[in-house]
């Protein structure tokens, strides 16, 4: 006797796929000393550059740039670019080029842009499953091949892939928005994009000086509570925590004008004593001051 099943009909959904990475070359970051110029290349695959610090020039085919932090430009396949510090100021790079063919990439095409405060975390998640997936030499702009380290954490490359491809996905879409009419009444998400930007202005304005979480919630009129938690959400990390990459960064360059003594440095940046800024520089960067200025030497 047959019987009928009782199961139910589910229809499978094949799901779109806007932008494929297929492979990725390379992945870099750079910290240029002020003079450092890089003469040009031509390659069949896209690179992402992303300004993390300081200013640099940028020769695109017939084109020219000048990039300076948080901003971005893409370089399509077959593009000749260069790329030189300004002579002035170190600069921190960040730089990803990958393999793709999918239609939607034609949207970068001669791009530059301002990435949204919002969307640089990715940069940060990019750079960290890089170093922990891929043997990445210090400063090496000669890199052509990407080597797996023995210990990679599983899912690293996938994560490598997935991380890129949501950041052009929502970096299309954020463009597309800041393009339409805007509203007249801010929605919630600009208000929270907004007083992250002020935080963010308050400490870039005191990274030679000194600035508590208490001082910014009375400057901003916020509670800390809140302000704290609308900062984790968009940045993955605390005030403190930033702040104190903020003065490390600028301890770096400091590091590689080679004008102050690490003494110098510690003092104008405002920590304790040189020897607690010698164990907070080795914290952030697994490297004494002394250590990091022999590696770029």
Partial sequence: MKTQSN???????KLDNVINI????????????????FPGEVHDFWEMVYIDSGEVLINADKN??????????????NEFHTISSNKKTPANVFVI???????????????????????????????????????????????RELTLKESSPFG?????????EQLLILLVRTQEQHAKKPHI????ESMDNHLVGAVLELLNENIYGTITVDEI????????????KIFNRNCHCT???????????????????????????????????????????????????????HGII
């Fill in 22 to 37: 297929t492979k990725i070359v390379t992945l870099h970051y750079f910290e240029f000393d002020k003079n450092f110029h």
């Fill in 97 to 143: 080029s990958f393999a793709t063919v999918s239609k939607s990439m034609s949207y970068f095409r001669n791009r530059k842009m301002l990435l949204p405060e919002q969307l640089r975390p990715y940069i940060k998640t990019l750079m960290r499953e890089g170093h922990e997936t891929f043997n990445l030499p210090f400063n090496n702009p000669g890199l």
């Fill in 239 to 293: 005030i403190i925590e930033y702040y104190t990459n903020l003065k490390i960064n600028e301890a770096k360059k400091l590091i590689r004008e080679n004008n102050y003594t690490f003494s110098k440095i510690s003092e104008m940046l405002c920590f304790n004593n040189p020897h607690y800024f010698s164990r907070v520089f080795k914290k952030v960067t697994n490297m004494t001051p002394r250590e990091y200025l």
């Fill in 64 to 77: 020219s740039y000048v990039l300076k932090r948080g901003e971005i430009i893409f370089h399509k396949p």
């Fill in 185 to 188: 009444f801010p929605d919630k």
């Fill in 7 to 13: 199961r139910p009909t589910y229809i499978k959904r």
């Fill in 217 to 228: 919630c009375s400057k901003l009129n916020y509670s800390k509570a809140y302000i704290s």
């Fill in 156 to 164: 690293g490359q996938q994560l490598i892939r997935t991380t890129l």
